[in-house]
């Protein structure tokens, strides 16, 4: 059944009132936890402003009257090029998070990726909304437990799994430290050991073969971040190659998003689907990515902020502005659809 868009949740003409009634919603410690930062907070903040690093070469006299969003990832139809990013502890803002994510990503034709971090079990998350889940892997147990968690996520119907590799050693949040917020204190629909030294820490590429060899789902390596990782991606069989800083959250002074994405497009070669997050705030942000040679963007803080501002509804009225903003901006440079966004249709900003 269709979500029936609250009257509160119509009101919201921009996605900067969704933000601030979010902020105004939740508790400082908790808006912080999402909203912050490694360290000095410079890649988060670099995140949004090496959009500003390109413009756009818009083209004229070209009938855009009916325009096209959709598209396809791993070969699910998408109805825009949007996905809403794996978050952990969503419980945080809403008990029911994750299946109040999956239920608007599906009213909007889009898919919902569920963290290993979520609170809610994934039978429940998946019965809201079939079809419509990716997995995230944290992967946190050994071998046995997570080829226990490989045989749930193929029964209950994901349609693949993406697993997080620039997550060795927590990051330091100092928002978090400074406010002593402990977010463990959650409930965790997903049993398994929360030191990262047990496991994640030794990660290699060997697991990665050990993982592509042991699940029939499509594999996705989130968090890769150079040239030389999305060659060993390919070389090891990766379905897509998620290209992520985390959302600023992990490493201080990694590179902006956008502005790996070209190296990175340039070794893959088509070999491999490609996505991303971190910084894609903006319908133009989307597009940007787009013409750069991604199949589809990402959103994380900006799908919590629609949670804490109006639930499921808030959420799916954040997908409509960003849809959009989507439309606008392809409108105004001439692109009816998704297959003409191109790479000549940005420059480099002078600024």
Not at 48 to 70: C, G, K, N, W, Y
Not at 189 to 195: A, F, N, R, T, V
Not at 325 to 350: D, Q, V, Y
Request: net charge positive; proline share 4%; hydrophobic share 45%.
């Amino acid at each position: 059944m269709a979500t029936e868009i609250k009257p509160e949740a119509e009101e919201f003409l921009t996605l900067q009132e969704i933000y601030l009634k979010a902020k105004k919603n939740l508790k400082m410690e908790i808006f912080d936890y999402f909203a912050g930062g490694a360290d000095s907070e410079t890649t988060l903040k670099r995140n949004q402003e090496a959009m500003s690093h390109f413009e756009f070469r818009a083209r004229m006299l070209h009938d855009v009257s009916a325009i096209d969003t959709s598209t396809t990832f791993l070969s699910i139809p998408l109805a825009m090029p949007v996905m809403i990013a794996p978050m952990a502890s969503l419980g945080l803002i809403n008990p029911k998070a994750d299946i109040l994510m999956a239920k608007a990503a599906a009213h909007t034709g889009t898919l919902h990726w569920v963290s290993t971090r979520t609170s809610l079990s994934l039978e429940d998350v998946i019965a809201a909304a079939p079809d419509s889940l990716i997995f995230q892997l944290y992967w946190r147990g050994d071998n046995k437990w997570c080829k226990k968690l490989i045989k749930l996520i193929e029964t209950l119907g994901f349609r693949a799994i993406a697993l997080t590799v620039d997550a060795p050693m927590y990051g330091r949040r100092e928002r978090d430290l400074r406010n002593r917020f402990n977010h463990r204190i959650l409930p965790h629909g997903i049993q398994m050991p929360m030191d990262r030294t047990l496991r994640e820490s030794t990660l290699t590429w060997k697991d990665v073969s050990w993982l592509k060899k042991k699940t029939k789902l499509p594999l996705i390596l989130k968090g890769i971040q150079t040239a030389e990782d999305a060659k060993l991606a390919i070389k090891h069989g990766i379905d897509c190659i998620y290209i992520s800083n985390h959302g600023g959250r992990q490493l201080d002074f990694a590179p902006p998003t956008i502005d790996i994405i070209s190296e990175i497009v340039d070794v893959v070669r088509k070999r491999s689907e490609i996505i991303a997050d971190s910084g894609f705030t903006r319908g133009s942000d989307i597009l940007k990515a787009l013409a750069l040679g991604v199949k589809a963007v990402l959103i994380g803080k900006l799908a919590a902020w629609g949670l804490a501002a109006s639930g499921e509804e808030g959420v799916v009225r954040t997908l409509e502005l960003l849809k959009l903003e989507l439309i606008t901006t392809m409108a105004n440079i001439g692109c009816k659809n998704i297959n003409e966004i191109k790479p000549h249709l940005l420059r480099h900003s002078c600024l």
